[in-house]
């Protein structure tokens, strides 16, 4: 399953937006406010109706809040603001090989999201939950969305007594809450490793399932960190927690990790336990294996520049069946993308918010570069100091370098950006190459 074409209409901050997807990655870039998130929960709710058949799935809908309110002057010049209908959120996927076209709707502040042009994802749903009450090996698509609070905020956590022989469909609880769902992922690791060494409880058909899915779930999250040296994810006993090795640190609860560290492993770990509880036929290979959409909010959050320079990769590499649809800020990650899974917000010429591939390249190019090309900033920061080095570079350009207000420049950003300033140093090389051709 997958998402190729959204279409919004009133949506939030949108008048209307037509945006495309990659098949495998997209990564969508703009400015704060510019609607990224709002995409992604569009799509939470285009799927809302696939999610809400499952048994222990929930339907997601458009939200009242989520209706467009422009700004309206009166006649007296003063400013207000009116919701503006119909909401809608109209989608092209595919599934089973199919592509499919609906929408959803909301018209009125009286009324409810619409289901009926919903009918070829809800029936498509409501057909995987019917029949995997006979058929143990129907694959199931994973759908899943990971917000900007998914480390600090946790939803409402029930203890199941059978977590581990639940529903295939617990792989669809929660799957769009923006918090962390990893109590309910500690809490099956906890029952799974206990059932593992109490070996006499187990057959061996379920022995060997919960095996595999650890497994599963530990290379995915070896896969992501590894460059980072940890390892072995596992519940740790004498610990009575989630804990991980490292070469240098010995093995540490998850809970003591870099917010960074834990954000990744607890991402990875909620996607492939999802994994393994949708599709457990697939043994130990149930992350590389299993199909679906992952919606991840500002990806490269609380992660060093060189790990955001590998997160998406290695996501990519750890689930290599699954269609990743994220946001970011920085120049690390837009630096091992190819322009063509980049979506950059804009408004054209006509006053009108699109999503387009950018013009300027970016797959291993500078970050600097990147961040002037692609993101339209300026690598240089707006320090005071900035005008000064603008004219300095001005007057380099226009031959003036020997002039007594370019050297009275140069010695004032000498003393205050220190002379070993890479643009200073390059205008001093600059200056010399000039004096030696006696141009």
């Not at 870039?29 to 809302?48: D, W």
């Not at 929930?58 to 603001?81: F, Q, Y």
């Not at 804009?346 to 300027?360: F, K, M, S, T």
């Not at 797959?363 to 090309?373: F, I, M, N, R």
Request: net charge neutral; charged share 25%; with cysteine.
């Amino acid at each position: 399953m997958r998402i190729n074409r959204l279409i919004l209409t009133n949506y939030r901050r949108f008048k209307s937006l037509d945006i495309n997807f990659h098949p495998k990655l997209t990564v969508l870039v703009a400015r704060n406010g510019y609607g990224k998130t709002a995409v992604l929960e569009a799509i939470t709710s285009a799927f809302g109706t696939f999610t809400g058949a499952f048994d222990l799935g929930k339907a997601r809908h458009i939200e009242h809040s989520d209706v467009r309110m422009p700004p309206i002057k009166d006649s007296t010049g003063a400013t207000d603001s009116e919701p503006m209908y119909p909401v809608k959120i109209e989608a092209w996927g595919e599934f089973e090989g199919d592509v499919q076209h609906w929408f959803r709707e909301l018209t009125g502040p009286k009324n409810k999201t619409t289901i009926k042009h919903a009918a070829p994802i809800t029936s498509y749903g409501k057909s995987l939950q019917n029949r995997i009450r006979d058929e143990k090996d129907l694959p199931l698509p994973l759908i899943a969305y990971y917000g900007t609070s998914r480390l600090w905020q946790t939803h409402r956590f029930m203890t199941r007594k059978k977590v581990i022989r639940a529903s295939r469909s617990i792989g669809y609880e929660d799957c769009f809450s923006s918090a962390s769902n990893y109590k309910q992922l500690q809490q099956w690791f906890r029952k799974a490793s206990l059932a593992l060494l109490q070996e006499q409880q187990l057959d061996g058909e379920k022995k060997e399932e919960i095996g595999n899915q650890l497994s599963s779930i530990r290379t995915a999250v070896d896969t992501v960190l590894q460059a980072e040296g940890w390892h072995n994810l596992h519940y740790n006993l004498a610990l009575e927690d989630m804990a991980m090795r490292h070469r240098e640190y010995g093995v540490l609860p998850v809970a003591l990790l870099s917010d960074g560290v834990r954000s990744i492993v607890t991402l990875t770990a909620d996607i492939a336990f999802r994994c393994t509880k949708l599709n457990p036929q697939f043994a130990q290979y149930t992350a590389t294996k299993t199909t679906g959409i992952v919606l991840i909010d500002e990806v490269d959050m609380h992660l060093h520049p060189s790990w955001q320079q590998r997160v998406v990769s290695g996501l990519c590499d750890a689930f290599p069946c699954l269609q990743f649809i994220v946001t970011t800020h920085s120049p690390q990650v837009l630096s091992t993308v190819k322009r063509e899974n980049i979506r950059l917000f804009d408004i054209n010429a006509d006053g009108i918010d699109v999503a387009a591939i950018p013009l300027a390249t970016s797959y291993g190019e500078p970050s600097s570069t990147v961040l002037q090309a692609v993101m339209d900033v300026d690598p240089q920061p707006p320090v005071p100091e900035k005008g000064d080095l603008d004219k300095l570079t001005e007057l380099m350009e226009q031959g003036l370098y020997d002039t007594e207000e370019a050297k009275k420049l140069l010695e004032q950003l000498k003393q205050s950006l220190d002379s070993t300033h890479p643009q200073l140093r390059r205008i001093e090389r600059s200056i010399r190459r000039i004096a030696m051709l006696g141009l």
